[in-house]
Structure formats: structure tokens, C-alpha cells
């Protein structure tokens, strides 16, 4: 698939249950301990959790001949995102260093969840939904930060070795470790 197929853009308000279903199917609950190997989300959302996020940042969404095959969503440190594991990981960052400063010494935002359709993986979405969302928000951010479980190795490499991010961190809630990394907008 080359990118000239796909389309990137902001979810529009039709696009919310779709996004809803994406991630209902990729939530670590729904699936087999053999598909978490090749990634899994570790929170679902409701359709009104998912139109806020949308409606605050914006999810960028990956189109791919009319299929919405991909999400990915960023919001606001002060969003009220009722997340206990998002609220952990923005608490620490008084703790956690990015290119010689405390991460919350940065103007920054929170970058995820993103998901990709299991039957468009590996055909670059996940670096073209990355690269819309930081134009989409370079200038108003210094530095997007993301959480990855740490039993989710394949998106751990993905966004560290694939898209290069930095890991900063970790932290843990529920007995459930997570990586925190940082990237910089340009």
C-alpha cells in the first residue's frame, strides 16, 4: 500500500463508533493470548469518552479506500479523561527527564491511544497517523508523551524502535507496569 492511498484527517463525528469498535476489538479482553503479541489496547471507550477526546485535540484517523483502517488520539494534560493510569503517568512527570529537562518543564500533551486495523498492520499507517497528528499540532505543544504497557512489547517496539520516541520512564498502577515516552514536535 503506498501513503498516496491513504487519507489523514481529523475524526468527524460519523467516525466516532467506528473508532468505538476498533478499539473494542483490539482491547487486551477481546483477544487471544496469541493476537496481544501483535499489539493490544489496554482501555476501552465509550462512544461519548471517544467524541471527547476527539472534540478536545482531535483523533487523527487513517482512511484507506473509504475504510476507517486507523486511529489515534491526543489530548490535554488537564482533559478530564478519568483515566487512573493517565493521571499516574502525568503525576510522574516531575520525575522523568527529556533531553536534559523534567518532562514537566515541557508544554506537553498526551499522545494515544492508536490503533490499527489487525488486516492494515504493517503497511505504515501508524508512521503516517504520528506524522499528521505532530503537524497537526506543532506550535502548540513542545513534547507529546505516551503510555505503553509493558506486557505490550510489540508496541513498545514500535513506537520506540519504529517511530522513535524516548523512553522516560516507567510507572506502575494496578500491578500493571508502563512505559512513558516522549517525543518532540517540530
Not at 500500500?1 to 476498533?22: F, K, N, P
Not at 501508524?126 to 510489540?154: M, S, T
Amino acid at each position: 500500500m503506498t501513503t498516496a492511498a491513504v487519507e489523514y484527517r481529523q475524526a468527524l463525528s460519523h467516525d466516532y463508533s467506528t473508532i468505538v469498535q476498533l478499539n473494542s476489538a483490539n482491547f487486551i479482553a477481546n483477544l487471544s493470548e496469541d493476537q496481544r503479541k501483535d499489539g493490544f489496547l489496554s482501555a476501552v471507550f465509550t462512544l461519548e469518552q471517544t467524541a471527547a477526546m476527539a472534540e478536545d485535540l482531535g483523533t487523527t484517523v487513517a482512511i484507506v479506500d473509504g475504510v476507517l483502517a486507523g486511529f489515534l488520539c491526543a489530548f490535554r494534560n488537564d482533559f478530564n479523561h478519568g483515566s487512573p493510569v493517565v493521571a499516574k503517568m502525568i503525576e510522574s512527570y516531575d520525575r522523568m527527564w527529556f533531553e536534559g529537562k523534567l518532562l514537566s518543564r515541557y508544554n506537553t500533551y498526551a499522545y494515544g491511544p492508536v490503533c490499527i486495523d489487525r488486516a492494515y498492520r504493517r503497511k505504515g499507517l501508524l508512521r503516517g497517523l504520528y506524522e499528521a497528528q505532530k503537524r497537526e499540532l506543532a506550535g502548540k505543544f513542545e513534547v507529546g508523551v505516551a503510555l505503553i504497557a509493558r506486557n505490550n512489547p510489540h508496541s513498545v517496539q514500535a513506537h520506540v524502535a519504529g517511530l522513535g520516541m524516548t523512553e522516560v520512564g516507567e510507572f506502575e498502577v494496578n500491578g500493571i507496569v508502563f512505559a512513558t515516552v516522549a517525543f518532540r514536535l517540530s
